[in-house]
């Protein structure tokens, strides 16, 4: 079966860099989407195609990849970057979507 | 202004049927596939399912396959999920969302709350 493997959670202080990041099957390694989801809120897409950033989505957040890793990071983290991050992903067929486990992003 | 408004969450009993409702606007909604989503209380993001744009072609996730049909109204920018043979775990926030020419989801509702409980 096809996984989005995220670790479950990453801490960093203020000003410093947070990366958090999803591993796909070799196999299967299709684009990958983030999505910022804060407590009570809805989900929000903070970058598609691993790479770029929608419109409104400040410079800070970057993507990038590395064979089958996909990795967002976040630059000069604030406190109101705090938040769930799920990355997203179709099967290989382009039909089926998978998210990752999510990762816990904590501002310290 | 993208807006998508999911409705008809309710509490029912293990066995039940339920239809949820997403009212979308400010964007052609025939030209674009939908999607389901759901947040188990405490959990992560799972894929539901799709349609796509004319309603042709649908998929589920296995879990809910055979149990969930979506279904769309081109007449009222409407998505709908009919839910029956319903499981405790399929207590979940339900969110409709709007799929990105560029892949992904970029427009999500706020979701619609079940419960199965007896």
């Known amino acids: ?108 | 202004e993208v807006q998508l408004v999911e409705s008809g969450g309710a509490v029912v009993q293990p066995g039940g049927s339920l239809r949820l409702a997403c009212a979308a606007s400010g964007f052609n909604f025939d030209d674009y596939a939908m999607h389901w989503v759901r947040q188990g209380p405490g959990k992560g993001l799972q894929w539901v399912g799709l349609i796509n744009w004319d309603a042709s072609t649908t998929f589920y996730i296995d879990s809910v396959k055979g149990r969930f049909t979506i279904s769309r109204d081109s007449s009222k920018n409407a998505l709908y999920l009919q839910m029956h043979s319903l499981r405790t775990d399929d207590t979940a926030l339900y969110y409709c969302a709007k799929d990105n020419r560029d892949g992904g989801f970029d427009y999500w509702g706020r979701g619609t709350l079940v419960t199965v409980s007896s």
């Not at chain 1, 999803?22 to 809805?42: F, N």
């Not at chain 1, 419109?55 to 089958?68: A, D, L, M, Q, V």
Request: glycine content about 8%; hydrophobic content about 30%.
């Open chain 1, 1 to 108: 079966s096809y996984d989005l493997i995220q670790p479950p959670s990453v801490s960093v202080s203020p000003g410093q860099t947070a990366r958090i990041t999803c591993s796909a099957d070799a196999l299967s390694k299709q684009y990958v989407y983030w999505y910022q989801q804060k407590p009570g809120q809805a989900p929000v897409l903070v970058m598609y195609k691993d790479t770029e950033r929608p419109s409104g989505i400040p410079e800070r957040f970057s993507g990038s990849t590395s064979g089958t890793i996909v990795t967002l990071t976040i630059s000069a983290v604030q406190a109101e970057d705090e938040a769930d991050f799920y990355c997203l992903s179709p099967d290989s067929s382009g039909t089926f979507w998978l998210f990752g486990g999510g990762t816990k992003l904590t501002v310290l």
